[in-house]
């Protein structure tokens, strides 16, 4: 292979499952947190201070991380945010030395980064999981996940219209025939991440003829690679409205290489106290897949809003701003 370059109380019922879990869950390992220079940090929302919000290098994880810190300031836990921190790799590293509290993740990717030799598929058995893969990834640092959202963003093989009907694409299955002749378009990360290029390989034994690093997030950049056909598939979350813009096809993943991702928070036990994750349980229990979809539509689209903007508004209609 050539390398080219560069979703309170009504979803209760819903959450039950999980929310049994989330004691369990929220404290993952032991060992006090640090700064970079190793000195150990004092509880932030613990003792009244404030805690620092991040967020990953593409709109959707900045409009969570503002959701987020909105509706944390809107209960009287003061929150401030520091977004665009950059891919999972970097932000994870900024939890665990202090400089940020909490992130908004995606549960399946989050535990193929934790465990790359993990093997849980359904959102159940992922969020299961996740206390130990965390636990033994970050051992001196105190870790957690809380209730997930219904909202589910993942990863996904795209293709034009267009492709799809040259090759007669409508599953990675299908892709995997040609996939000599495609290159695809994915940020670089994906060359190493076990969903992306190693899983497409060990799960459909494609290896695609080309592969072009994108780093936007399934962004315009993305998109403008795919219509032009500079790539011939692109790694695009589900809520991207651009996929509904633009007729593309989301190719069926039938061996689960894109497994269950529901957006939830990752915090640092010691700093984000009880107070603050009842908040971020709330907004886990009423953010959806379709409010991603309208929120992404509202900042990515020709609206171009602000991310904070686009979270305030949110707050308000679900009755979250204070």
């Not at 994880?61 to 891919?87: F, R």
């Not at 535990?111 to 159940?124: G, I, K, N, V, W």
């Not at 299961?128 to 909202?151: F, M, R, T, W, Y």
């Not at 497409?200 to 936007?216: H, M, Q, R, T, V």
Request: net charge negative.
């Amino acid at each position: 292979m050539k390398n080219l370059s560069a979703q309170r109380a009504g979803r209760r019922a819903l959450m039950g499952l999980a929310g049994g879990l989330t004691a369990a869950l929220a404290l993952t390992a032991c060992g006090a947190n640090s700064d970079p220079q190793g000195e150990p940090q004092e509880s932030a929302a613990a003792d009244g201070g404030s805690v620092v919000v991040g967020s990953a290098d593409f709109p959707e994880s900045q409009i969570v991380a503002e959701i987020y810190a909105g509706a944390l300031n809107a209960a009287g836990v003061e929150a401030t945010t520091k977004l665009n921190i950059g891919s999972r790799e970097i932000y994870y590293t900024a939890l665990e030395d202090g400089s940020v509290d909490i992130i908004p993740d995606y549960s399946g990717n989050l535990l193929l980064f934790a465990d790359p030799e993990a093997t849980a598929e359904s959102a159940e058995d992922i969020f299961a999981a996740l206390p130990d893969a965390l636990s033994a990834k970050s051992p001196d640092v105190n870790l957690g996940v809380l209730e997930p959202s219904e909202a589910e963003s993942k990863d996904a093989l795209v293709v034009t219209a267009a492709t799809a009907e040259k090759y007669g694409l409508t599953s990675i299955e299908d892709l995997a025939e040609v996939c000599g002749e495609i290159t695809i378009g994915a940020p670089s990360t994906f060359q190493e991440r076990a969903y992306g290029l190693p899983g497409l390989k060990a799960k459909y034994d494609c290896e695609p003829g080309g592969f072009e690093a994108i780093n936007d997030g399934g962004g315009d950049i993305t998109l403008n690679a795919l219509l032009d056909d500079t790539v011939q598939a692109a790694d695009i979350y589900t809520t991207t409205p651009s996929i509904d813009d633009n007729d593309l096809v989301v190719l069926e993943d039938p061996e689960n290489n894109f497994i269950a991702q529901q957006v939830l928070p990752l915090i640092n036990t010691d700093t984000v106290n009880e107070e603050a994750q009842t908040v971020l349980n709330e907004v886990s229990a009423q953010l959806t897949t379709d409010d991603l979809l309208a929120l992404n539509r509202e900042v990515s689209g020709d609206e171009k809003r602000n991310p904070a903007d686009a979270a305030a508004d949110w707050l308000a209609e679900k009755g979250l701003a204070g």
